[in-house]
Nanobody
Framework: VQLQASGGGLVQAGGSLRLSCAVS????????IGWYRQAPGKQRELVAT???????IYEDSVKGRFTISRGGAKNTVYLQMNSLKPEDTAVYYC?????????????WGQGTQVTVSS
């Protein structure tokens, strides 16, 4: 499984960005795709995730501001980020959680920088 993240950038507080995660490879084993972020000096944290059934989970601080969704072919996952705050500044990573009869796997994209200026 390969993941290619894009869409980061610099935006003023209150602005919007949309991140994209293009997923390829053995996607049949994927159970959920999510976005994580890591700010300088902090641990990586879950931002949002969407399962194969469409169920979503959001970190409390982004509820009502961020929306995770899948593309028409379900091979692209988007994170629409509105009302951005300086504390949203981080490197954002997309993640695919997969499993088979033998084990579970986590795949990561390369990360995309989001910087929100005050």
């Amino acid at each position: 499984v390969q993941l290619q993240a894009s869409g980061g950038g610099l935006v003023q507080a209150g602005g919007s960005l949309r991140l994209s995660c293009a997923v390829s490879g053995s996607t049949f084993s994927i159970n959920a795709i999510g976005w994580y972020r890591q700010a300088p000096g902090k641990q990586r944290e879950l931002v949002a995730t969407i399962s194969n059934t469409g169920s979503t989970i959001y970190e409390d601080s982004v509820k009502g501001r961020f929306t995770i969704s899948r593309g028409g072919a379900k091979n692209t996952v988007y994170l629409q980020m509105n009302s951005l705050k300086p504390e949203d500044t981080a490197v954002y990573y997309c993640n695919a959680h997969a499993s088979d009869s033998k084990s579970i796997y986590d795949y990561w994209g390369q990360g995309t920088q989001v910087t929100v200026s005050s």
